[in-house]
């Protein structure tokens, strides 16, 4: 398998903060990541898809100027919830894929978000 | 509508003991089919993967079956162990966009008890 990190693992701000979230592919250069979002005892839904150099593609319903998504490098792919309220409080996962591994998604290990 | 149904949402096992976790999907078209082991506030990991032409596939104590004309596929754990408490998500992929897109199951919560 191949490994992709997170980090923080957990974070906790203040209602009305930003914060950021990183998703690496350790080991491959993965052309597609994708971000999830999971609240508690559901699955995880699919928030937006990125590819390196162009804008990512939000599902329905997830708002774009809200969940800033940055796909700058095969390897990097940030996450920044702005302006973040209680109700963003949630697990969030982050997934990367490219041809050479037959667009497998390989997970990360999320970030807890608790926004206070 | 692509969908992925899950049963049952939780099962409580002893340890030791066997379980068949189900699902039964409609998803068109089927790309291919794989089973999640999520442990608390991790990230997914694979346990098995199939595709269509693919009757069963096995991982240690995991046994994964597929029958593409139901549109339905189980997970078998054998000789349970307490390690193998998680949620459980069947997930199945399709070609869209130049990209696979997987449609999640809600999940089975399995807490084996000692």
């Known amino acids: 398998g191949a490994v992709v990190s997170q980090h923080p693992s957990w974070v906790i701000c203040k209602s009305g903060t930003s914060v950021k979230i990183e998703c690496r592919s350790l080991d491959f250069q993965a052309t597609t990541m994708f971000w999830y979002r999971q609240f508690p005892k559901q699955s995880l839904m699919l928030m937006a898809t990125?590819?390196?150099?162009?804008?990512?593609?939000?599902e329905q319903g997830v708002e774009k100027d809200k969940f800033l998504i940055n796909h700058a490098s095969l390897t990097l792919s940030t996450l920044t919830v702005t302006s973040a309220h209680p109700e963003d409080s949630s697990f969030y996962i982050c997934s990367a894929s490219s041809r050479q591994r037959d667009y497998e998604q390989y997970f990360g290990p999320g970030t807890r978000l608790t926004v206070t | 509508k692509n969908q992925v149904e899950q049963s049952p949402q939780s099962l409580i096992i002893l340890e030791g003991k066997n379980c068949t976790l189900q699902c039964n999907y409609t998803v068109s078209p089927f790309s291919n089919l794989r089973w999640y082991k999520q442990d608390t506030g991790r990230g997914p990991v694979s346990l098995t993967i199939m595709t269509f032409s693919e009757n069963t596939k096995s991982n240690g104590r995991y046994t994964a079956t597929l029958d593409a004309d139901t549109k339905q596929s189980s997970l078998h754990i054998t000789a349970s162990q307490l390690s193998d408490s998680a949620s459980y998500i069947c997930v199945v992929s399709l070609w869209m966009d130049s990209s696979y897109k997987l449609i999640f199951g809600s999940g089975t919560r399995l807490l084996v008890r000692p």
């Open positions: 990125s590819n390196e150099g162009s804008k990512a593609t939000y």
